[in-house]
């Protein structure tokens, strides 16, 4: 894919990660969280161009901060987000100022990585970008469901073991 079209649908993907992370929504742990993320992975490790052939080791250790970068944030949304259990037993999830926040710092991290690649003309195509936003979804999505997993069944919190 061309780098505008990788970037575009980053773009598209975050717009509605975020703006359904801002709403209050019934979560289920039972759902496949990690197709998204592998539908993303894979277009971005398709790109041939995804490593700089005229400057490999910057361009892999740009990747490798990267990817340590959306690993570290990933898990930092995660614990962003506020879980809670409904009346019904039923599990809603709700990002937080915090979240916006993590999403804001993600920003700033990505383009300083970008920035340094431009200063060391380190060729950075828009599939680095996509495989990034995979990473960060999974790693957000494990740790949301983890948490949610472990908070209290509605038997357990009314004392019905």
Do not use: K
Request: proline share 3%; charged share 15%; hydrophobic share 55%.
């Amino acid at each position: 894919m061309s780098t505008f079209l990788n970037v575009a649908v980053v773009i598209a993907v975050m717009a509605l990660v975020v703006g359904r992370q801002m709403r209050p929504r019934r979560l289920d742990t039972d759902r496949r969280f990690w197709v998204l993320p592998l539908v993303l992975g894979a277009l971005a490790l398709r790109d041939p161009q995804l490593i700089d052939r005229g400057h490999t080791a910057e361009s892999a250790v740009l990747l490798g901060c990267g990817l340590v970068a959306v690993l570290a944030m990933g898990s930092v949304w995660g614990w962003t987000v506020r879980l809670w259990r409904a009346a019904d037993g039923a599990l809603w999830a709700r990002g937080t100022r915090a979240t916006v926040a993590a999403w804001a710092g993600m920003i700033v991290i990505r383009l300083s990585i970008y920035g340094t690649g431009s200063a060391l003309h380190v060729h950075q195509p828009g599939s680095v970008l996509l495989l990034g936003l995979a990473v960060l979804l999974l790693v957000r999505s494990l740790v949301v469901n983890w948490r949610a997993r472990t908070l209290d069944a509605p038997e357990q919190a009314a004392g019905l073991r």
